[in-house]
């Protein structure tokens, strides 16, 4: 398989280069040190990988950017320009005065002078000096979406991100945004697998223009929100980009990295397919940390607004 064979989809924003359909992940917990996560981006360069996806909250931000340099001093790739680097802002900054100093921060850590992407990474904002991994009712606030978005627009209009979107959430959420937004979400990010189809949010973001990529298209076994239920293979694979989905998978394993180049020249028989839309349907990923009777988010339904 020659080194440019993973396809490209276009985004809305007119900023942002084309964004590979198959990309690396780097989120995990506890988090991955930070010469494995260097030695796994090299190597998915060398295989022809070229989408790179991380966030502050996965503290592996110094390690993408750190891998980009090295390989760009090794001749893998001739610039930072090359590759397509997406980055989150955590709920502790999900504040309109916070979201341009959180990117920045994200920019000093990568060593870069723009992200490709940069996303929402939960509907929730918490206090700035709240412990994620110890969260007292008191901690959530209500989420000002309307100056957190604009805040997103405005690190845009700068040129430190080529996009915006906005990952875990639902359709109503993203409805809500695009009813005041002056740049409209490029990509939602969400858990989408066989075993969470979430045909809603699909069918709602391809008609807006939204491209949707997907994390955990394998079901995210190994991570604490993971599940197993999900078909251990390319199929599962094949099946999100048959769905017109970008796919960020998680896999510091060489050959699963070129196994998972491999789902471009086959399709799915009419019998894999059935099977798939026969598989009983069930979100990992339901964000229960940020739920409290007391706080602005009481359930995970609320959470998710019925998109259960």
């Known amino acids: 398989m020659d080194l440019q064979s993973i396809p490209t989809v276009t985004l809305s924003s007119v900023d942002a280069k084309p964004m590979p359909v198959l990309g690396l992940g780097t989120g995990g917990y506890p988090p991955a040190p930070p010469e494995a996560v260097i030695k796994a981006v090299l190597e ?13 909250f996965y503290q592996t931000e110094e390690a993408v950017g750190e891998a980009i340099c090295q390989a ?39 060593k870069l002078e723009y992200l490709d992407q940069y996303l929402i990474h939960w509907p929730v904002s918490l206090k700035p000096e709240a412990n994620p991994f110890a969260l007292k009712p008191d901690d959530v606030l209500p989420l000002d979406l309307k100056s957190v978005w604009t805040a ?20 109503k959420k993203v409805a809500d945004i695009l009813a005041f937004a002056k740049i409209p979400p490029a990509i939602v990010q969400v858990e989408m697998n066989p075993a969470w189809q979430q045909g809603k949010l699909k069918e709602f973001c ?3 223009g939204i491209k949707i990529a997907a994390f955990s298209p394998l079901g995210a076994a190994g991570a604490f929100w993971g599940t197993k239920g999900v078909l251990e293979s390319e199929v599962a694979l094949r099946w999100a980009y048959e769905q017109g989905l970008v796919v960020v998978m998680k896999s510091f394993n060489k050959e699963r990295l070129k196994q998972n180049q491999e789902i471009f020249d086959w399709e799915l028989s009419a019998e894999e397919s059935k099977k798939i839309a026969q598989i009983p349907q069930i979100r990992a990923n339901r964000g229960d940390i940020f739920v409290f009777e007391t706080g602005p988010i009481k359930s995970v339904e609320e959470l998710w607004d019925g998109e259960l």
């Open 44 to 56: 998915a360069i060398e295989l022809g990988y070229r989408m790179f996806d991380t966030a502050s």
């Open 152 to 171: 997103m627009e405005e690190c845009q209009k700068l040129g430190l991100t080529k996009s915006i979107g906005v990952s875990n959430f639902s359709s």
């Open 72 to 110: 760009v001093s090794l001749g893998l790739i001739k610039s930072r320009d090359e590759v397509f680097l997406t980055s989150k802002v955590w709920c502790n900054d999900t504040h309109a005065d916070r979201i341009l100093p959180a990117l920045q921060k994200t920019l000093e850590n990568m």
């Open 206 to 208: 391809q008609a807006k």
